[in-house]
């Protein structure tokens, strides 16, 4: 199984608004990911999570808020965001050891900020 | 900077044809992987090399690493309307500070005609 699943699947929000998305993997993988996509564009690396801690922030505002439960879990919470944030939200998970470290990546969550 | 330069940038082709994606790079990369992605979907993926000069095969697509380890390539042989899709190259660094960081190349936006 290499599943990775997101909801939701969709999300219109005003930007007032706070809003999550979700990310489960029951692969357990060790490492999970968030990424950004706009259209026709690749994925672009927002955070990365090693054993539940954030290991790496790639500069993102902080209106973008990050959180790992636990391992099968990985949250973005959403707050006071612009229209420019529009775009594809993917969510990766990956072993931490033995390599290589294949990303398997989820459906994505199409966030629309009105 | 783009770590991993992917060419062509779009490719439309006839229904038969045969095509080649190149992903190209002065940096050496333990491991390069292939995804496919379809619109509002996430990438999946395809295959990962690891071995300097490896090629693999899954049924009409071959995938080739170059022996230094920083190029690949990616064959389709007789494309079908069904292969339309973004095909992204996506290195992975060096484990020691990048923890499985991958270079995504700009990406492919393949479409074949009936």
């Known amino acids: 199984d290499t599943e990775v699943t997101q909801t939701p699947k969709h999300l219109v929000m005003g930007m007032t608004n706070k809003k999550s998305l979700k990310c489960e993997q029951h692969?357990?993988?060790?490492?999970m990911y968030w990424y950004k996509q706009k259209a026709k564009k690749p994925p672009e690396l927002m955070f990365v999570?090693?054993?539940?801690?954030?290991?790496i922030n790639e500069s993102v505002p902080s209106r973008f808020s990050p959180e790992c439960p636990n391992s099968s879990l990985l949250n973005l919470h959403l707050h006071a965001l612009q229209p420019e944030d529009s775009a594809l939200y993917l969510c990766?998970?990956?072993?931490?050891?033995?390599?290589?470290?294949?990303?398997?990546f989820g459906p994505g969550t199409r966030l629309t900020v009105t | 900077t783009q770590l991993l330069e992917q060419s062509p940038q779009f490719l439309s082709i006839q229904e038969g044809e045969n095509l080649t994606v190149y992903c190209n790079s002065s940096?050496?990369?333990?491991?390069l992987q292939w995804y496919r992605q379809e619109p509002g979907e996430g990438p999946v993926l395809l295959v990962t090399?690891?071995?300097?000069?490896e090629v693999k095969k899954l049924k009409r697509l071959t995938f080739q690493f170059g022996d230094a380890r920083k190029d690949s390539s990616l064959h389709i042989t007789a494309a079908q309307p069904g292969d339309t899709g973004l095909y992204l190259c996506?290195?992975?660094?060096?484990?020691?500070?990048?923890?499985?960081?991958?270079?995504f190349g700009r990406g492919t936006q393949l479409t074949v005609w009936p």
């Open positions: 999570y090693s054993y539940e801690k954030l290991s």
């Open positions: 996506a290195g992975e660094a060096d484990r020691g500070s990048t923890l499985g960081r991958l270079y």
């Open positions: 940096s050496v990369f333990s491991s």
């Open positions: 090399v690891v071995t300097g000069g």
């Open positions: 990766a998970s990956s072993q931490v050891a033995g390599a290589p470290y294949e990303q398997y």
């Open positions: 692969m357990g993988h060790r490492a």
